[in-house]
């Protein structure tokens, strides 16, 4: 079964996408109405909300429906984000797993990180296989761990609801909430599946150990 955006209002949603693109400025009442046509979009573009949330929050800091902002940093990347997306989207989505379908769990330290899901697992030795995480702070590692598992085995996720079980707080709110993961974000939409972070250090650990 499929969810479907009609082609006429996918067409205006493309062009406000483009006029917000070129804007320097946009009041509080132009925001609300790009935001509401993207929450639209959302119940077919699996993972769009993700990069919804920075845009309302900007709302939140006008009081009056004339106050504006200037569109520029982390509210442009998400607006750009769609526009890339919009631009080559058919207005058709697979149906999600009502239930989730996969489990992920993943943990890290200051030496490595490692990530297990169904019957495959691996581990990662920051110094030797990522030297740029050398200056990372723990939350950043974990949050790689979680990235890791995506690119690993994102293909198997697509079209699926996946819950990824992380013993780090930073981690389980910003991914369900935030844009602050900004590469499982990505990575996660465009494999079209819809990811929730959950708190499991009793569940993680009782892995972990099945795994030595």
Excluded at 107 to 120: L, T
Excluded at 123 to 142: P, Q, R, V
């Amino acid at each position: 079964m499929e969810l479907r955006l009609p082609g006429d209002k996918l067409s205006l949603l493309k062009q406000e996408l483009t006029d917000f693109g070129n804007r320097k400025r946009a009041s509080k009442k132009q925001l609300q109405s790009l935001a509401g046509k993207l929450n639209w979009a959302s119940t077919v573009v699996h993972g769009g909300r993700v990069f919804l949330r920075r845009i309302i929050d900007s709302i939140t800091q006008l009081q009056h429906d004339w106050h504006k902002i200037l569109i520029k940093g982390d509210i442009m990347q998400d607006i750009l984000w769609w526009q890339k997306f919009i631009s080559t989207f058919n207005g058709k989505s697979l149906i999600l797993d009502k239930y989730p379908v996969t489990s992920v769990y993943t943990d890290a330290c200051q030496e490595g990180g490692g990530c297990h899901f169904g019957s495959d697992w691996f581990y990662a030795k920051w110094d030797a296989d990522f030297a740029f995480t050398k200056d990372l702070h723990i939350n950043e590692l974990e949050a790689l761990s979680v990235v890791s598992s995506a690119i690993r085995w994102g293909k198997t996720w697509q079209n699926k609801k996946v819950i990824v079980y992380s013993d780090n707080m930073a981690t389980t709110v910003g991914m369900p909430s935030t844009s602050k993961v900004q590469a499982l974000d990505i990575i996660v939409a465009n494999f079209r599946c819809h990811t929730f972070a959950e708190s499991t250090k009793k569940d993680l650990h009782a892995i972990s150990k099945k795994l030595l």
